[in-house]
């Protein structure tokens, strides 16, 4: 009887140990992260007849924990990797920013506009300037000296302007050039059918005579000469000049002696929109100074006024007489 029950504890105990192993065979194969199952209080024996059973549990938690530790040594060697390859990120961001600045340097370096090339262009442009301030006053010297060659030298004599006439004046009498010799005597061209022009004119030129006679003493003859002979008979002229001033004299005369009068004082005339007898006449705005030998000394246009028109003449009067005088 003792053997038998003998028997049967150790056949009890190989079951149990096969039931342990081959759990411990089947928990190896599975991941690291999940936890031993437990051994069912079934299979284990009771009481004291579990000698054997402590070397076993032991065993099997020594082999379980074999997982957790390679677990320790993967995470350390990721840890490592990790801090190896963020070692090396930041090696490679080290060299990247070294790279950066020799990047840079070289950019500065091979600019497109150095130290050296902004000298050598400053000193172009300074040259340029100099130079050109050379050349310009060379050229304003020069033209200086021309002028006073000019001044210097000998005249270049008058304008042909002016010459014999034979008209008719406005009481009927022949008038010719010698009439006015030993006279200073200012001559306007125009016509008595003008709207406003020739007014305007004839009356700047009336009180230009007083002006002179009052500022300087001079006496000037004013003398009239008509383009539009047609119209303008000696009637016709009288009543004319007599609006402007006493000593206006009105001068008409042939279409032919008008023409070869105007053509010798280089005065423009053309009859414009006629119509039947009423026309006006196209025709030059100038008044001339004629001196006492009946030659041109100057010409006035319409933009001097009175008082211009006075000290002008008074000027030209004057620097005449020193001229005569010092002859």
């Known amino acids: 009887m003792a053997t038998t029950a003998l028997s049967r504890k150790a056949n009890h105990l190989r079951h149990t140990y096969r039931c342990l192993t081959s ?8 991941t690291s992260s999940n936890p031993p199952s437990p051994v069912p209080r079934s299979v284990l024996p009771l009481g004291g007849e579990i000698q054997s059973l402590p070397q076993i549990t032991q065993r099997f938690l020594f082999s379980t924990s074999i997982p957790t530790t390679t677990t320790v040594v993967d995470s350390e060697t990721s ?21 950066d600045k020799n990047n840079a340097r070289r950019t500065v370096r091979r600019g497109p506009i150095s130290w050296l090339s902004f000298l050598f262009l400053a000193a172009t442009g300074a040259g340029l300037i100099w130079y050109y301030d050379r050349m310009k006053k ?3 010297e020069a033209i200086n000296k021309t002028s006073a ?27 010719s050039e010698k009439d006015f010799m030993g006279k200073w005597t200012m001559i306007y061209f125009g016509f008595t059918h003008c709207p406003d022009i ?18 300087a003493g001079f006496d000037i003859v004013p003398v009239f000469i008509t383009v539009d002979p047609e ?3 000696v009637e016709q002229v009288r009543e004319y000049v007599k609006e402007f001033h006493p000593k206006l004299i009105g001068l008409t005369g042939s279409l032919e002696e008008i023409k070869k009068t105007a053509r010798a004082y280089r ?4 009859k414009t929109s006629e119509e039947d007898s009423d026309y006006l006449v196209d025709h030059s705005i100038i008044t001339y100074l004629m001196d006492p030998n009946m030659e041109l000394v100057k010409f006035f246009g319409k933009n001097n006024d009175a008082d211009a028109l006075a000290d002008g003449v008074i000027k030209e009067m004057k620097q005449y007489k020193s001229i005569k005088a010092k002859a």
């Open 149 to 175: 060659i000019v001044k210097v030298g000998p005249s270049v004599g008058k304008p042909e302007i002016g010459g014999p006439f034979n008209l008719i004046d406005h009481d009927g009498k022949p008038v």
């Open 198 to 215: 020739c007014p305007d004119e004839l009356q700047k030129l009336a009180a230009a005579v007083d002006k002179i006679k009052e500022k």
């Open 79 to 99: 840890k490592n990797t990790e801090e190896a390859k963020s070692d090396g990120s930041e090696k490679s961001g080290d060299s990247n920013h070294q790279d």
């Open 23 to 30: 759990r411990y065979i089947s928990h190896c194969t599975t």
């Open 267 to 270: 005065i423009y005339y053309m």
């Open 138 to 140: 060379q050229r304003i």
């Open 231 to 233: 119209r303008d008979n």
